[in-house]
Nanobody, 116 residues
Framework: QVQLAESGGGLVQAGGSLRLSCAASGLTFSNYAMGWFRQAPGKEREFVAAISRSGDKIYYADSVKGRFTISRDNAKNTVYLQMNSLKPEDTAVYYC?????????WGPGTQVTVSS
């Protein structure tokens, strides 16, 4: 049974930082591209960042480029999202995603709230 468990969310002031983690189990982690998505109230889920299986390819949404950093540790079956210079518009539920072809898995999400 595949499980993705996000952690590290919380309440932070604008300009602050948070580090999200997503621990994966039930899959061969190094075979999956990993990503972070977010969904703000009343909005659709949107892409934030993604990292390839080996970590050699990384992609960011324009809205977070230069502020967020995605990384992974295949030995720990964990993907991270370091979020710096947070803005109120970053407030959302953040979801971890694992993708391998037609296989696609999601975590339950972790709330990030940025106060102004």
């Amino acid at each position: 049974q595949v499980q993705l468990a996000e952690s590290g969310g919380g309440l932070v002031q604008a300009g602050g930082s948070l580090r999200l983690s997503c621990a994966a189990s039930g899959l061969t982690f190094s075979n999956y591209a990993m990503g972070w998505f977010r969904q703000a109230p009343g909005k659709e889920r949107e892409f934030v960042a993604a990292i390839s299986r080996s970590g050699d390819k990384i992609y960011y949404a324009d809205s977070v480029k230069g502020r967020f950093t995605i990384s992974r540790d295949n030995a720990k079956n964990t993907v991270y999202l370091q979020m710096n210079s947070l803005k109120p518009e970053d407030t959302a539920v953040y979801y971890c995603n694992a993708e391998q072809g037609l296989r696609n898995y999601w975590g339950p999400g972790t709330q990030v709230t940025v106060s102004s």
